[in-house]
Protein backbone atom coordinates (compact mmCIF):
# COMPACT_ATOMS: atom_id res chain seq x y z
CA UNK A 1 0.00 0.00 0.00
CA UNK A 2 0.99 3.65 -0.75
CA UNK A 3 1.07 6.01 1.74
CA UNK A 4 0.50 10.33 0.62
CA UNK A 5 1.12 12.83 2.80
CA UNK A 6 -0.75 15.88 2.18
CA UNK A 7 0.80 19.26 3.80
CA UNK A 8 -0.95 21.93 3.96
CA UNK A 9 0.58 25.32 5.66
CA UNK A 10 -1.79 27.20 7.21
CA UNK A 11 -2.24 30.59 8.39
CA UNK A 12 -5.08 32.47 9.54
CA UNK A 13 -7.30 30.10 7.14
CA UNK A 14 -9.87 29.40 9.71
CA UNK A 15 -12.71 29.56 7.77
CA UNK A 16 -11.61 27.53 4.33
CA UNK A 17 -10.04 24.72 6.99
CA UNK A 18 -13.71 22.57 7.21
CA UNK A 19 -14.41 22.52 3.58
CA UNK A 20 -10.82 21.93 2.42
CA UNK A 21 -10.81 18.66 4.70
CA UNK A 22 -14.68 18.02 3.14
CA UNK A 23 -13.29 18.35 -0.68
CA UNK A 24 -9.71 16.27 0.34
CA UNK A 25 -11.93 13.50 1.69
CA UNK A 26 -13.87 13.39 -1.49
CA UNK A 27 -11.31 13.59 -3.69
CA UNK A 28 -9.27 10.64 -2.03
CA UNK A 29 -12.59 8.68 -2.34
CA UNK A 30 -12.55 8.36 -5.88
CA UNK A 31 -8.52 7.01 -5.45
CA UNK A 32 -8.00 3.07 -5.56
CA UNK A 33 -8.39 1.27 -2.29
CA UNK A 34 -4.33 0.79 -1.65
CA UNK A 35 -3.29 4.25 -0.89
CA UNK A 36 -3.05 5.54 2.44
CA UNK A 37 -4.06 9.84 2.80
CA UNK A 38 -2.44 11.67 5.35
CA UNK A 39 -3.40 15.36 6.05
CA UNK A 40 -0.41 17.23 7.64
CA UNK A 41 -1.71 20.36 8.70
CA UNK A 42 1.28 23.10 10.02
CA UNK A 43 -0.24 26.12 11.62
CA UNK A 44 2.05 28.87 10.89
CA UNK A 45 1.35 30.79 13.96
CA UNK A 46 -2.18 31.61 12.99
CA UNK A 47 -3.71 35.10 15.11
CA UNK A 48 -7.61 33.69 14.54
CA UNK A 49 -9.22 30.58 15.16
CA UNK A 50 -7.15 28.03 12.88
CA UNK A 51 -6.35 26.07 15.69
CA UNK A 52 -9.10 25.21 17.51
CA UNK A 53 -10.07 24.34 13.98
CA UNK A 54 -7.50 21.96 13.50
CA UNK A 55 -7.75 20.31 16.99
CA UNK A 56 -11.22 19.51 15.86
CA UNK A 57 -10.55 17.74 12.85
CA UNK A 58 -7.52 16.03 14.32
CA UNK A 59 -10.34 14.99 17.42
CA UNK A 60 -12.03 13.36 14.85
CA UNK A 61 -10.27 12.06 12.12
CA UNK A 62 -7.50 10.49 13.99
CA UNK A 63 -6.74 8.29 11.97
CA UNK A 64 -6.30 10.95 8.70
CA UNK A 65 -5.34 14.18 10.25
CA UNK A 66 -1.98 15.37 11.59
CA UNK A 67 -1.59 18.79 12.82
CA UNK A 68 1.40 20.46 13.44
CA UNK A 69 1.54 23.83 15.44
CA UNK A 70 4.81 26.04 14.80
CA UNK A 71 5.44 28.77 17.78
CA UNK A 72 5.08 31.83 15.71
CA UNK A 73 4.73 32.70 12.42
CA UNK A 74 7.99 31.81 10.57
CA UNK A 75 6.75 32.21 6.95
CA UNK A 76 5.13 30.03 3.93
CA UNK A 77 8.69 28.32 3.25
CA UNK A 78 9.74 27.86 6.52
CA UNK A 79 6.09 25.91 7.53
CA UNK A 80 6.08 23.80 4.11
CA UNK A 81 9.52 22.27 5.47
CA UNK A 82 8.58 21.98 8.58
CA UNK A 83 5.78 19.73 7.36
CA UNK A 84 7.96 18.39 4.87
CA UNK A 85 10.73 16.66 7.54
CA UNK A 86 7.95 15.33 9.57
CA UNK A 87 5.89 13.67 6.40
CA UNK A 88 5.48 10.08 5.76
CA UNK A 89 4.97 7.78 3.29
CA UNK A 90 6.06 7.10 -0.10
CA UNK A 91 5.35 10.88 -1.90
CA UNK A 92 4.08 14.22 -0.34
CA UNK A 93 1.42 16.82 -2.02
CA UNK A 94 1.70 20.43 -1.07
CA UNK A 95 -0.98 22.85 -1.46
CA UNK A 96 -2.27 26.24 -0.04
CA UNK A 97 -4.81 26.04 2.71
CA UNK A 98 -6.59 28.38 1.38
CA UNK A 99 -8.99 26.38 -1.43
CA UNK A 100 -7.81 28.50 -4.54
CA UNK A 101 -5.50 25.25 -5.05
CA UNK A 102 -8.50 22.56 -6.61
CA UNK A 103 -8.09 19.39 -5.00
CA UNK A 104 -9.43 17.56 -7.59
CA UNK A 105 -5.94 18.15 -9.16
CA UNK A 106 -4.41 15.76 -6.97
CA UNK A 107 -5.91 12.92 -9.26
CA UNK A 108 -3.86 14.00 -11.95
CA UNK A 109 -0.42 14.79 -10.20
CA UNK A 110 -0.64 11.43 -8.88
CA UNK A 111 -1.49 9.89 -12.14
CA UNK A 112 1.54 11.51 -13.95
CA UNK A 113 3.65 10.06 -10.46
CA UNK A 114 2.74 6.61 -11.46
CA UNK A 115 3.76 7.13 -14.63
CA UNK A 116 7.46 7.24 -13.15
CA UNK A 117 7.64 11.45 -13.06
CA UNK A 118 9.23 11.86 -9.19
CA UNK A 119 8.04 15.94 -9.31
CA UNK A 120 4.92 16.60 -10.61
CA UNK A 121 4.23 20.26 -10.16
CA UNK A 122 0.89 21.93 -10.44
CA UNK A 123 0.96 24.93 -13.81
CA UNK A 124 -1.30 27.72 -13.76
CA UNK A 125 -3.43 28.31 -16.43
CA UNK A 126 -5.60 31.21 -15.38
CA UNK A 127 -5.85 32.87 -12.02
CA UNK A 128 -8.18 35.25 -10.73
CA UNK A 129 -6.01 36.90 -8.10
CA UNK A 130 -5.37 40.86 -8.07
CA UNK A 131 -4.23 42.79 -10.73
CA UNK A 132 -1.24 43.32 -8.42
CA UNK A 133 -0.70 39.47 -7.82
CA UNK A 134 -0.47 39.26 -11.40
CA UNK A 135 1.81 41.38 -12.64
CA UNK A 136 4.08 40.82 -9.88
CA UNK A 137 3.90 37.28 -10.50
CA UNK A 138 4.69 37.26 -14.43
CA UNK A 139 7.85 39.83 -13.00
CA UNK A 140 8.84 37.62 -10.50
CA UNK A 141 9.11 34.51 -12.94
CA UNK A 142 10.90 35.91 -15.72
CA UNK A 143 13.30 37.87 -13.69
CA UNK A 144 14.19 34.65 -12.04
CA UNK A 145 13.94 32.57 -14.96
CA UNK A 146 16.66 34.47 -17.32
CA UNK A 147 19.01 35.16 -13.66
CA UNK A 148 18.41 31.29 -11.77
CA UNK A 149 21.42 28.48 -12.95
CA UNK A 150 18.38 25.50 -12.28
CA UNK A 151 15.14 25.43 -14.26
CA UNK A 152 12.32 27.06 -12.22
CA UNK A 153 9.29 26.45 -14.59
CA UNK A 154 7.37 29.29 -14.60
CA UNK A 155 3.73 29.91 -13.17
CA UNK A 156 4.00 27.15 -10.45
CA UNK A 157 3.90 27.72 -6.94
CA UNK A 158 4.67 25.22 -4.56
CA UNK A 159 1.21 23.13 -5.43
CA UNK A 160 2.78 20.06 -6.25
CA UNK A 161 3.90 16.25 -6.16
CA UNK A 162 7.07 15.12 -4.85
CA UNK A 163 8.05 11.50 -4.67
CA UNK A 164 10.43 10.34 -1.82
CA UNK A 165 13.67 10.01 -3.39
CA UNK A 166 13.44 13.95 -4.54
CA UNK A 167 11.82 14.47 -0.61
CA UNK A 168 14.29 13.39 1.26
CA UNK A 169 17.22 15.18 -1.01
CA UNK A 170 15.55 18.20 -0.56
CA UNK A 171 15.02 17.92 3.32
CA UNK A 172 18.98 16.97 3.46
CA UNK A 173 19.76 20.40 2.28
CA UNK A 174 20.05 22.33 5.43
CA UNK A 175 19.84 26.06 4.01
CA UNK A 176 18.14 28.68 6.42
CA UNK A 177 16.86 30.77 3.40
CA UNK A 178 15.01 28.26 1.71
CA UNK A 179 13.19 28.68 -1.76
CA UNK A 180 11.53 25.42 -2.26
CA UNK A 181 10.99 25.70 -6.04
CA UNK A 182 14.32 25.98 -6.88
CA UNK A 183 15.58 23.41 -4.61
CA UNK A 184 13.51 20.67 -6.33
CA UNK A 185 15.02 21.84 -9.80
CA UNK A 186 18.21 21.54 -8.24
CA UNK A 187 17.53 18.43 -7.29
CA UNK A 188 16.81 17.19 -10.32
CA UNK A 189 15.27 14.12 -11.20
CA UNK A 190 12.08 13.76 -14.06
CA UNK A 191 9.65 16.31 -13.71
CA UNK A 192 6.53 16.86 -15.26
CA UNK A 193 3.54 19.63 -15.65
CA UNK A 194 0.02 19.54 -14.91
CA UNK A 195 -2.07 22.48 -16.22
CA UNK A 196 -5.23 23.94 -13.80
CA UNK A 197 -6.98 27.22 -13.60
CA UNK A 198 -6.62 28.43 -9.99
CA UNK A 199 -9.68 29.49 -8.25
CA UNK A 200 -10.58 32.69 -6.64
CA UNK A 201 -9.60 33.21 -3.07
CA UNK A 202 -13.44 33.01 -1.50
CA UNK A 203 -12.15 33.23 2.32
CA UNK A 204 -9.45 36.04 3.84
CA UNK A 205 -6.99 37.73 1.83
CA UNK A 206 -3.71 36.89 0.54
CA UNK A 207 -0.57 36.93 3.39
CA UNK A 208 1.84 37.55 0.85
CA UNK A 209 2.34 41.25 0.91
CA UNK A 210 4.37 43.24 -1.21
CA UNK A 211 7.10 42.76 1.85
CA UNK A 212 6.86 38.90 1.88
CA UNK A 213 6.81 38.96 -2.40
CA UNK A 214 10.46 40.76 -2.08
CA UNK A 215 11.31 38.81 0.59
CA UNK A 216 10.55 35.14 -1.58
CA UNK A 217 11.82 37.01 -4.99
CA UNK A 218 15.11 37.73 -2.93
CA UNK A 219 15.64 34.43 -1.60
CA UNK A 220 15.05 32.81 -4.91
CA UNK A 221 17.00 35.19 -6.83
CA UNK A 222 20.36 35.45 -4.27
CA UNK A 223 19.89 31.18 -3.40
CA UNK A 224 19.98 30.01 -6.84
CA UNK A 225 21.93 33.08 -8.94
CA UNK A 226 25.61 34.30 -8.86
CA UNK A 227 24.90 36.95 -11.26
CA UNK A 228 24.37 40.07 -8.41
CA UNK A 229 27.79 38.98 -7.36
CA UNK A 230 29.49 38.68 -10.51
CA UNK A 231 28.19 41.84 -12.63
CA UNK A 232 31.01 43.80 -11.65
CA UNK A 233 33.49 42.10 -13.46
CA UNK A 234 32.00 42.57 -16.81
CA UNK A 235 31.12 46.11 -15.61
CA UNK A 236 34.93 46.73 -15.23
CA UNK A 237 35.48 45.67 -18.49
CA UNK A 238 33.84 47.91 -20.37
CA UNK A 239 34.92 50.84 -18.62
CA UNK A 240 38.61 49.76 -18.57
CA UNK A 241 37.34 49.30 -22.56
CA UNK A 242 36.20 52.70 -22.57
CA UNK A 243 39.32 54.42 -20.91
CA UNK A 244 41.60 53.02 -23.30
CA UNK A 245 39.67 54.08 -26.26
CA UNK A 246 39.28 57.45 -24.82
CA UNK A 247 42.98 57.29 -23.82
CA UNK A 248 43.59 56.02 -27.49
CA UNK A 249 41.71 59.31 -28.91
CA UNK A 250 43.39 61.92 -26.90
CA UNK A 251 46.72 60.81 -27.95
CA UNK A 252 46.09 60.77 -31.27
CA UNK A 253 44.31 64.41 -31.03
CA UNK A 254 47.80 65.38 -28.83
CA UNK A 255 50.22 64.09 -31.78
CA UNK A 256 48.39 65.47 -34.62
CA UNK A 257 48.84 68.99 -36.02
CA UNK A 258 46.63 72.01 -35.20
CA UNK A 259 44.80 69.87 -32.49
CA UNK A 260 44.60 69.66 -29.06
CA UNK A 261 42.89 66.84 -26.67
CA UNK A 262 40.02 68.68 -24.47
CA UNK A 263 40.64 68.84 -20.75
CA UNK A 264 37.99 66.20 -19.76
CA UNK A 265 38.90 63.64 -22.57
CA UNK A 266 41.85 62.91 -20.20
CA UNK A 267 39.70 63.56 -16.68
CA UNK A 268 37.22 60.86 -18.50
CA UNK A 269 40.19 58.45 -19.02
CA UNK A 270 41.48 58.40 -15.59
CA UNK A 271 37.94 58.68 -14.12
CA UNK A 272 37.20 55.22 -16.47
CA UNK A 273 40.72 53.40 -15.96
CA UNK A 274 40.61 53.80 -11.90
CA UNK A 275 37.06 52.13 -12.02
CA UNK A 276 37.35 50.07 -13.99
CA UNK A 277 40.14 48.35 -12.56
CA UNK A 278 38.30 48.48 -8.93
CA UNK A 279 35.08 46.87 -10.52
CA UNK A 280 37.63 44.11 -11.90
CA UNK A 281 38.68 44.03 -8.08
CA UNK A 282 35.22 43.67 -7.34
CA UNK A 283 34.16 41.01 -10.13
CA UNK A 284 37.07 38.88 -8.64
CA UNK A 285 35.80 38.85 -4.79
CA UNK A 286 32.86 38.82 -6.06
CA UNK A 287 33.52 34.97 -7.61
CA UNK A 288 35.69 33.86 -4.85
CA UNK A 289 32.12 35.15 -2.44
CA UNK A 290 29.85 33.08 -5.10
CA UNK A 291 32.21 29.92 -4.24
CA UNK A 292 32.16 30.16 -0.58
CA UNK A 293 28.52 31.14 -0.78
CA UNK A 294 27.91 27.58 -2.69
CA UNK A 295 29.85 25.70 -0.18
CA UNK A 296 28.31 27.50 3.03
CA UNK A 297 25.06 26.49 1.57
CA UNK A 298 25.79 22.71 1.92
CA UNK A 299 24.30 21.31 -1.32
CA UNK A 300 25.52 18.02 -2.80
CA UNK A 301 27.54 18.15 -5.37
CA UNK A 302 25.85 15.29 -6.98
CA UNK A 303 22.95 13.20 -6.53
CA UNK A 304 22.13 9.50 -7.67
CA UNK A 305 19.25 8.89 -9.12
CA UNK A 306 19.98 4.83 -9.50
CA UNK A 307 23.00 2.68 -9.99
CA UNK A 308 23.35 -0.55 -11.51
CA UNK A 309 26.22 -3.46 -9.70
CA UNK A 310 27.91 -0.38 -7.87
CA UNK A 311 28.36 -0.75 -4.53
CA UNK A 312 29.85 1.47 -1.21
CA UNK A 313 33.38 1.57 -1.30
CA UNK A 314 34.97 0.74 1.71
Not at 90 to 100: E, K, R, S
Not at 116 to 121: L, R, S
Request: aromatic residues 8%; proline residues 4%.
Amino acid sequence: MKTITYIFPVYNNAPSLRPLYDEMCAMTARIAADYEHRFLFVDDGSRDESGAVLAKLAADDPEHVRVLSLSRNFGHQAAVSAGMARAEGDAIVIMDADLQDPPDVCLELIARWEEGFQVVYAQRRSRRDSLFKRVTAVAFYRVLGRMSTVDIPRDTGDFRLVDRVVLDVVNGMKEHHRFLRGMYGYAGFRHAPVAFDRRARVHGHSEYTLRRLVGLARDGIFGFSDLPLKVAAPLGLVATSLALLFGFAAVVLAVLPSTSAPAWLGIMTGVLLVGGVQLLILGIIGEYIARIHDEVRGRPAYIVAADSNVGERA
